[in-house]
């Protein structure tokens, strides 16, 4: 074969080579078999018992019954900027209940606080020597300590440089670290807030010196922390004032062998102090530093309330909640639930809640119904519902998933209930478990009409503000739309199922609300992937907002879809088609790299992705040398799995003539004949196409190779595929048909049940069609070819159902059919051992009443059996025991009329008795309908013989051919 130069300026490709589609045949005939499709069960132990004892057995389930969940890792919730995120902030302020700050702190430290291993510098020596503790002689201030310090007013000594001494203890700075975050609650400090600390300095106190802690804050530190080593002293009580508040510390009664720390703030405060009456009281001076901008001052609960105030009004402006459930700490009785039960920090949450301005709050139950199923075949799933009640049980409100925090709390709710049900048959079981927690129930009065909304309560609420755009119309539109959007960790959280999708983009687009819109985009992509619809919808939100604010959105979605190459590859044309919308070229470079990806599974993608893609370098071509890569893989994708897999290749004939590449036509060829179960008739006219570009003489080896192949399949597809052809118009259309009516001519199939339903469908076909030589030519091999009466019995029929009884031409190729029948009739129902097992369509014939068998034997078996022969059933399943069934073969052995076949499929199995008129005695019964048919036979022939207008041209029908067809039948 020669080779032809493409057209595409691409490098040229070598055209289609016959023996690559033969070896292709050739290794998936050899691969694919009948069997492949199923255990062939006739040969198993099971299949050929006849076991009286045997009765199915139920099957239970002993798998896993834990709630299948899987927990929503969702971006559009980390894209919420923090002041928006109404959970977070509230949660954030609820960890504080009881949170109280005071200007100062104080008390004693656990013993690990006693050791710092205090080292002091001998400036003459240059050595360090240990400070042992507690201070308690006034050698060790001596000798030790007053060296390495400046004198001080008062008896008071301060260590002026900290180098002067060093901490040994290895633990010492997590110990200080500890402290920090033990004292930062004790102050009012938010854990948020940053706080560093640093040693500042050491301080002595001795006898008639006094603490002065104002003294020993470092300059722009917000406040200090001292920390009082053991030292044997009397005095030095002091009392801290803020206002009308004071606090008197007294740590000197223990503080021989114990550690203590006084913290405070930097202002605020003045000290009231009493002197040392004797000892020494040794101190290390750490000062507390803040790098933030706002001022730090003790969290207080009248400012808890201040900020819990405003998230409501920041809830209040932008609602995407229509409530929130707040799940409390502690368990409750349900009997005696009431808000003076609370204890603990929901005492104080729902005093808070309680105080809030334009807020509702119930106390009650939060209910969570979990129903899963599981099978040992299928997938187990769950399916979750949240409901609350107040404690009096008035109220029942239903709950989203998103609308319950904290969300520990949600996923640790105790199980109040479970049910169990098993259902045998398939081995599957089916648990209920309801849980069950006391809660707060929260919402603004604006949005009090959305905790029982209405049906259809969505198109009321966006009719209402499209009538009349208020902020509260538009705020009760927002929260709803928000509630109906939202995900779950269940099934059905995962779903769009009864969204309104439509309506839902309206009201995003009339909200023009950023979080809700990538909320509606992330539900739809999450249940859906990249759907045409999903991807539609969620482009005209992309053009309201901006692409760059749904790009993480985009990224993460497109990663984890990829790894599915099958829906990956059904989703690409959706996700081509809304970047193409969006022209977001640095998406393309995203996508592309994707598709790449999945290399291997290149066939699996639909035609419209694949001339989608190469146009893409048309609009950008900056990604030309990533489409190129493409064009390379996807050739070579389609070219490798054809043999294997050509049933999953969706190839189409534009997307090789748009490539240019005639070594691909063999791939659809491979596509007509995909598999042993059916022909793929919808690639006939893609065949045609592939055939009109590169010209027929390309083609015909592929198209012979084929046609062979097609030779495997029922002749019903290849009766339908010639008239799917030779209807065409086209050259090449009419020359494929040639070919596939030549191999079912040369080749013609009658190893099927009854042949003569595709057999009248050719026949007509070809007379209403004026297709005459044909018809002549496929009316021969079916005189050659049909050999029982039955199949040319019902030939004749249909034939007369399609053409009516005056089809049968003088010199056609139906009166060959006529004749040919008539014949096969006539001998079998004169002649022995041709059987007669089929009604010939007379009143009579429907009479199968065999009183000519003789059964003598008065069993109940036998009197089945002969009840069955007395009545005008055809067919009877005698379904018993072995023995009766060996019986009843036994009385009926050499009786040629009745046919027998054990069905071994089931316990007991079945003996099939069927009525055959075989023997002459049989024949009698429908002597005078046979006539009658046959008659029927001659009166076809002679009404048609008399219309002469009717026949062929007499240039087109040999002489022989236009003897009056009555005259050979009747002799």
Known sequence: ???????????????FDINVLQNM????????????????????????????????????????TDPVLRPCDLVAEKLLPAEKNIKKRMSDVLELSGFDGEFWSGGKLHSDYMMPSIEMLDEESGTYRLLPLPIVYEEQVN???????????????????????????????????????????????????KIDISLYRMVLYEKESHFDFQADIEPNAIGSIVIQLPSLYAGGDFVMVNGNTEKKFE????????????????????????????????????????SGTEKIAPYTSTQQLKDMQQVIETWIKAPMYSKLCYILENEYDNNSFTSSSLKGNDAIAFKQFSKLDHTVVHLGFLEKREFSEFNSDISAITEMTYSFQNNVGETLVSIVEEEVFPENRRKQMPVATQKKREDFDVGGLEIERRYKSACILVYPKKLKSLCKPKKDFLNKLLEDYKDKKTDKRKHLL??????????????????????????????????????LSLKFVEKMWLADGFTEESTTSATKLIKQHGAGNFKPLFIHYLDQMSFESYTFSNR?????TMILELNEESWLDLFIPKVLSISLRLELLEPKSVLLILSFKEKYPACSAKIDQFIDLYTKSEMRNTAFSSDESKINAQVIIKLNLPSLC???????????????????????????????????????????????????QRIEAYTRLAGGESDEAKHFASKILSSIIRKFDNTSEDPSEECAQLLTFCRKNDKITEEMSIAKVLVEKITKAKHGHSLVQKLIKENGTECFWTGSGLRLVLEHCYKLLYTAASNVNIPIDFDLGVDSTSEWVFKHVKIKC??????????????????FSFKEKKDARTHVETILNGIEDIKRETIKHGSPQTLKLTKIRTTLEAKKAIVTSAETVLKQYIEYATKSDQKPHARPASESVSSSTTDPPTKKVKQ
């Open 572 to 576: 690409v044309f959706s996700i081509g």
């Open 143 to 193: 000798d030790l300590i007053r060296s390495s310090m400046n004198a001080g007013e008062k008896n008071l000594w301060k260590l002026i440089e900290p180098k002067k001494f060093r901490i040994t203890n290895p633990k010492w700075d997590v110990l200080m670290q500890e402290l920090l975050n033990r004292i930062k609650p004790e102050l009012g400090i938010l854990k948020e807030k």
């Open 1 to 15: 074969m020669t080779k032809r130069k493409a057209k595409s300026t691409r490098s040229p490709s070598p055209i």
């Open 478 to 515: 927002m929260a709803y739309t928000s509630s109906l959007v939202g995900c779950a960790e269940d099934k059905r959280g995962k779903t769009t199922n009864g969204l309104d999708i439509p309506k839902v983009l309206e009201a995003c687009l009339l909200v023009n609300y950023l979080p």
């Open 25 to 64: 045949l050739k290794a998936r005939n050899d691969i694919f078999t009948l069997d492949d499709y199923g255990d062939d069960f006739s040969n198993s132990d099971d299949y050929n018992s006849d076991s009286d004892d045997w009765m199915d057995e139920g099957l239970s389930y002993d798998g896993p």
């Open 251 to 290: 740590f000197q009664k223990e503080a021989t062998y114990s550690p203590y720390y006084m913290t405070c703030y930097s202002n605020n405060f003045t000290q009231k102090s009493d002197i040392i009456t004797s000892g020494h009281v040794l101190s290390l001076v750490y000062s507390l530093k803040y």
């Open 858 to 875: 008065k069993c109940n078996h036998c009197k089945s059996v002969k009840k069955f022969l007395k009545s005008n059933e055809m067919e």
């Open 666 to 716: 063999g791939v659809l060829c491979a596509r007509l004949v995909h598999s042993k179960q059916e022909i793929n008739l919808n690639v006939l006219q893609e065949i045609v196409a592939v055939t009109k570009h590169f010209g027929i003489q390309v083609l015909e080896e592929c198209l012979n190779a084929i046609v062979e192949d097609m030779l495997v399949y029922p002749l019903r």
